[in-house]
């Protein structure tokens, strides 16, 4: 199956059966209605992909040598051992580096799921799909990660298509999507990015990640920060958010559900993963300024 | 809606907005608008400090090594989120979530948090704020004259210490108030609470809202307990503290009356 491959077969009879079906609560059913937006079906997407080479291996050799090339263009940061050589077993150099062959393998599994809930929602012919939901998970115990992008597909009785026959997106449905459009703000589309950055650590992040902050902390005051982990740590943060911000041209990602995750490998040596997830907006009309609050006290 | 999605199958663009990222809810965006702030970019703050071999196991009393990397990560994570901050321009950062974790090895505090400036501001100020509190909160202080400044935070952790083979021994058939124990969880608890007081005090405040106390055995060192207190630091901007007036409100909705269906068999 290509990317955004044809429908398969059991999909296309299911959205053509001439009933709907959808993922939506009876509020946020009842609010989409209200708000003129018709249900016409569940739409999803899945991909499947293999997810095990995570060890310093691009072709371009990235992470094996803090003098080695540094191609895939992505985030590097190298770091020098102070003390000369003290043994054959001595971290003299560490690196942290952005894991691009990480990041593209994840983006091409979201974007081929994604592309194929679009592609089921366009066959209905839908504006949109609203109430989206993501998930990517490990097939049984295996190095098969699964996504799985799950929505409801939408018609705006009287509207023209959209862009390119592309439907908007949003994880947001029912009464949130429709203070969203009230504050004047239009879905575009949901927008998911992970940044991966490994670290490899030189002597001193070594040393202090096992408790040694004895040595030189001690002679510096009574602790001290691992520099080179808080470095990678928030750089794959950076990284997600950038990720994001390219997407967005002059938009606006509105609710952004950040996680972030940190394998630890070895003694300093980890693997930190952030993903963040948010709902592209773009504003349609001025704010209508409201008035402001009142606080309330509720007697009940 | 048929208006917005008309303007998006146009290609509508308004040239004057530039790329926000904001994980405020919907609700919380109207809310800081209605106060004349918007949202300028999600920013980051994370510190990771190392804690002294054997500092679990050789502690007596209170153990210095976890408290002074507890307190050096968290003001490394919150001045970093300050500086990301100012870079984009930001005048301070709302609904700071702290990430806190703490290793046998290491301290690890990660913040996230949305910059927030007053609409169309371009002018960010020297020392932009940082407050744990929610879009809501912040705009409760604003209304009372009230403004964040940044985060307060103390941590303590002490060795539970033992009594004496012959204490232990006399005491072992009567009800009695262990003093060690006592005395030492009050003093460990008072210092976590001095020290986020002394830090909110360092950053100009006038008081600690929103407290957070977290306290309980680690779980790697099971003889050691830990306590931990961060707030949001506050100083009164306007001349005197504005009291808010809430309005009353009485729901007026008939309680619901349910089915019950074991009733029809007697049962109720």
Redesign the interface.
């Known amino acids: 199956m290509s990317a955004a491959g044809d429908v398969p077969e059991a999909a296309s009879r299911r959205l053509e059966s001439g009933s709907f079906s959808s993922g939506l609560s009876a509020t946020d059913f009842s609010a989409c209605l209200q ?3 018709r249900p016409v079906g569940l739409v999803q997407g899945f991909c499947a992909m293999q997810w095990g080479w995570y060890a310093a291996g691009s072709s371009l050799g990235r992470g094996l040598s803090p003098f080695g090339p540094s191609g895939g263009g992505g985030y590097q940061q190298n770091w020098y051992c102070p003390h000369g050589f003290v043994g054959g077993e001595h971290r003299t150099w560490g690196q942290n580096f952005e894991q691009t062959w990480v990041e593209d393998a994840w983006r091409t599994g979201f974007s081929a799921a994604f592309d194929r809930m679009l592609e089921e929602a366009e066959s209905v012919g839908a ?2 799909v609203i109430g989206v939901t993501d998930t990517s998970r490990h097939l049984a115990d295996t190095r098969v990660i699964e996504f799985h992008l799950l929505g409801t597909a939408v018609v ?1 009785d ?6 390119a026959g592309t439907p ?1 997106s949003t994880y ?1 449905a029912g009464p ?1 999507l429709a ?3 009230e ?1 004047g ?2 879905p ?1 589309s949901v927008v998911a990015t992970m940044a991966s950055v490994r670290v490899w650590a030189y002597c001193i992040t070594e040393f ?7 040595g030189w ?2 002679s510096m ?6 520099e080179q ?2 470095e990678a ?2 750089a794959a ?2 990284l997600a ?1 950038e990720q ?2 390219r997407q ?11 996680s ?1 995750v ?1 394998r630890e490998i070895g003694a300093g040596d980890q693997v930190v993963e952030c993903t ?1 997830r ?1 709902t592209r907006v ?4 001025d ?1 209508d ?12 | ?15 004057d ?11 919380e ?3 800081l ?3 004349g702030w918007e ?1 300028v ?2 920013v ?12 679990w196991t050789w502690g007596r009393g209170q153990l ?2 976890p408290s ?2 507890h307190n ?2 968290v003001s ?1 994570a919150s001045s ?1 989120l300050r500086q990301e901050c100012a870079a984009v321009g930001g005048h301070g950062v709302v609904g700071v979530r702290a ?1 806190v974790e703490i290793h ?3 301290v ?1 505090v ?1 913040l ?1 948090g949305t910059a927030v400036r007053p609409i169309g501001s371009d002018r960010p100020p020297v020392q932009p704020f940082v407050s744990g509190l929610s879009a809501r909160d912040f ?2 202080l604003a ?1 009372a004259g009230w403004s964040p400044i940044g985060l307060a935070f103390g941590a303590s952790f002490v060795y539970a210490p033992r009594r004496d083979a012959a204490t232990a021994l006399r005491q072992s058939r009567q009800n009695v108030e262990l003093t060690n124990p006592t005395q030492a969880l009050y003093a460990a608890r008072e210092a976590a609470m001095e020290r986020m007081q002394a830090s909110g005090l360092a950053l100009g405040a006038q008081g600690v809202v929103g407290v957070q106390i977290a306290e309980g055995p680690m779980t790697f060192a099971r003889h050691v307990i830990g306590f931990t207190a961060r707030g949001t630091a506050v100083r009164l901007l306007a001349g005197e503290h504005r009291t ?1 007036t ?6 007026l909705n008939d309680a619901v009356v349910q089915f019950e269906a074991e009733a029809l068999r007697g049962r109720r």
């Open positions: 708000m003129g937006l504006h949109g705006v009287g509207a023209p298509s959209p862009p908007w947001l949130r203070k969203l459009v504050a703000f239009m575009v202090l990640m096992e408790g040694g902050a004895y902390a001690a005051g009574s602790t001290a920060e691992i982990v808080s740590r928030l943060r950076v958010r994001a911000r967005l041209g002059s938009d606006t990602l509105q609710g952004i559900a950040f972030a940190e963040l948010g773009r504003r349609f009309k704010f300024p409201l008035p402001p609050p009142r606080p309330t006290v509720r007697l009940s | 809606m048929l208006q917005a999605v008309t303007s998006l199958s146009q290609g509508v663009h308004r040239p907005d530039r790329a926000v990222t904001s994980d405020l809810t919907v609700d965006s109207l809310l608008h209605a106060l949202p970019d999600l980051f703050g994370v510190s990771v400090t190392a804690v002294q071999a054997g500092a210095q090594s002074d990397a050096l990560a490394t970093r990430g046998p090895r290491h690890d990660a996230v705009a409760l209304a808010i809430p309005d009353i409100v009485l729901p």
